[in-house]
């Protein structure tokens, strides 16, 4: 019975190992209306502060800023090597640049072997950015 | 945006492990009886309906869907089995198994002998019970319950110096993380079991997520203390049958202490979650060597934490699950299932189900000290459109038992959110040194590889401090 269990879960991880995702359509797709079409600030900031401000705190850093006229936590960010912070509708902004190149080119962020945005978080900000950045 | 040396700050600063232990400590532990308890003077299997030993989580967790807070034999096991310095006496079969230089320091095994120090029967140890209650140098339990114990009832002086079947039980349980200059706090978790007489139990153990500074000005959600588990319960009945009322996670799957694993988040089980938690009823039965568990709840919705003292505070809605396999010693089988029926804007309905295994070679040989579990979850659920979709995640570990209380480990995550969209699934891979130098304290350091579908692959150093009692 063990040599019979061995075998069984010896295909089971090699199944898994090779394992890929399905699905060929994205999500603006295959269900539009799971975000809405202009989505407000009330409804992107939440992801970011899910997701981004327990690092980029405060609102100062970033292309935008002189590293003289940062805020405590910019400089906090700095010294860690976070930065900018992102606590503000100015400051997404500001930094939206970098922001569309981390989270939708280079997928790198939350950084490490956290679990990037979902594709429903994507499309919020996306959607955001598309109907004009508006921070009412 | 540049990225130093914190990598994962985002991360570990929304983590916080419960004070789960894991399915693997069980897996493991059918190699020698001497893992639960000092070994048995005379041994006779007791009647089907009397025995308490099998391999399912009530062997070592008050919970009998596992998790939290540890019985007697779990803290005997934390103390002989566990560390890399036995506070009880080690089992026979991990005597020459001791690290390099750690070999025979820990004074309470005596390594001349196996010297059985428990009574025989239970009506022995009724009429011993004073002298082995003078003998008793437990400080984190007390008392013996009132009433009549079942047959077979927990032996005082099976357990060593532990109070086998206390009235009174306190725990403790402190996770830090460590993330370059940073050691903040995980999780602290306060459990206190009540069992005033035999065949009932409370159980409550307060619990607060873990923060820094920057993340509770920051983060919305209420990261205050809160009653994790809050219950009551009878139990001790034939084949280890209880019923169960109050808050907990339902039981579905591997309850695994990697909270961050797809098959946990992605299906509302995040056990360091207040959303995970539910308020209701469970019922189960562990005969050896079958189990089942299965209850019926309700929640609060999806997107909201239910309030931190108040386990009736549930919105709309309901969810049932069940557990149920087989658990021989050197391999297990599982099947789970779990629905939540509710309102779109409350997260709408969810289907899960679940196949899970572990096989454990090392009880048949004693130089493969390995063992492997896996869990495969798919299932439905709607979006906020109010369209259905599926999900899929599964996770696989092997650990290695380099030697006692150092162990090596390798896991691998998959799951795809939504079977409908494409590049958005991640692999991830963990390869992790765990080490347990005393009773009571394993550090835990991973390397984490995460490999979505589209992107950049993203690694950290993840680090992890547990203390618990």
Redesign the interface.
């Known amino acids: ?2 040599k019979l ?2 075998r ?2 010896a295909g ?2 090699v199944a ?2 090779v ?9 603006n797709e ?2 539009p ?3 809405a079409q202009k989505p407000s600030f009330a409804q992107v900031y ?1 992801i970011f ?9 405060g609102t100062g850093g ?1 292309e935008e800023d002189e590293e003289d006229e940062e805020d405590e ?1 910019g400089k906090r960010n700095r010294t ?5 912070g992102l ?1 503000s509708c100015a400051a997404i902004i500001n ?1 939206l640049e ?2 569309v190149e ?1 989270v939708f ?12 945005l ?3 978080e994507k499309l919020t900000i996306e959607r955001w950015i598309d109907g004009g950045t508006q921070c009412d | 945006m540049r990225l130093t040396h914190v990598l994962v700050v985002a991360a570990t600063l929304s983590l916080a492990a419960t004070a789960q232990a894991t399915p693997m400590y069980a897996a493991r532990s059918a190699r020698t009886c001497e893992n639960c308890h000092v070994g048995p003077n005379k041994w006779e299997n007791p009647p089907l309906a009397d025995r308490k030993c099998n391999m399912s989580c009530q062997s070592c967790h008050v919970d009998p869907a596992g998790g939290g807070m540890r019985n007697t034999s779990g803290r005997f096991f934390g103390q002989s089995t566990l560390p890399m310095i036995a506070t009880s006496p080690r089992p026979t079969d991990d005597w020459d198994r001791n690290a390099p230089y750690f070999g025979r320091r820990d004074r309470a095994t005596s390594y001349d002998a196996n010297l059985p120090v428990g009574p025989n029967t239970f009506a022995e140890a009724m009429e011993d019970f004073e002298e082995l209650s003078q003998e008793m140098a437990d400080g984190w339990a007390r008392g013996t319950p009132q009433g009549k114990p079942s047959a077979y009832g927990l032996l005082q002086g099976r357990y060593e110096r532990l109070n086998a079947d206390p009235v009174l039980r306190v725990g403790a349980d402190l996770r830090l993380a460590y993330l370059g200059s940073l050691i903040f706090p995980m999780q602290i978790d306060v459990p206190v079991a009540v069992h005033p007489v035999h065949h009932l139990t409370f159980l409550v153990n307060t619990g607060v997520r873990g923060r820094s500074g920057e993340y509770a000005e920051t983060y919305t959600k209420d990261h205050s203390f809160y009653f994790r588990e809050a219950f009551a319960m009878l139990h001790e009945a034939p084949y280890q049958a209880y019923i169960k009322a109050g808050r907990f996670v339902p039981s579905f799957g591997l309850r695994l202490d990697d909270h961050t694993s797809r098959i946990r988040r992605s299906f509302e089980l995040d056990g360091a979650l207040a959303e995970s938690r539910v308020t209701g009823v469970e019922i189960g039965a562990m005969p050896n060597y079958p189990f089942l568990n299965a209850s019926w709840f309700r929640m609060a919705s999806r997107t909201r934490a239910p309030g931190d003292w108040d386990i009736t505070d549930v919105d709309d809605g309901w969810g049932s699950a069940i557990n149920a396999g087989f658990r021989e010693l050197s391999w297990s089988v599982g099947a789970s299932a779990m629905i939540r029926r509710r309102s779109i804007d409350e997260g709408g309905d969810t289907s899960t189900y679940g196949l899970y295994g572990v096989l454990n070679p090392w009880r048949n040989h004693r130089s493969l000290p390995l063992t492997y579990q896996f869990e495969y979850d798919t299932g439905s659920l709607q979006r906020a459109s109010g369209r259905s979709t599926d999900q899929v995640a599964f996770y696989q570990e092997a650990n290695y038992v380099a030697w006692n209380g150092v162990t090596l480990l390798l896991a691998h995550d998959f799951s795809d959110p939504d079977t409908e969209i494409i590049d958005d699934e991640e692999h991830r891979l963990q390869l992790g040194l765990q080490v347990s130098p005393y009773a009571g304290v394993t550090l835990d350091g991973r390397f984490r590889l995460l490999m979505p579908a589209v992107g950049q692959t993203g690694s950290d150093l993840f680090v992890q401090m547990h203390f618990y009692r």
């Open positions: 019975m063990l269990m061995c069984l879960f089971v991880a898994m190992m394992a890929c995702g399905s699905g060929d359509r994205t999500l295959v269900d209306d799971v975000v939440p502060q899910r997701d981004c401000i327990p690092c980029h705190t970033g936590a860690l090597g976070v930065e900018p606590e930094n970098d922001i981390d080119i280079d997928n790198n962020m939350p950084p490490g072997a956290w679990p990037r979902t594709t429903k």
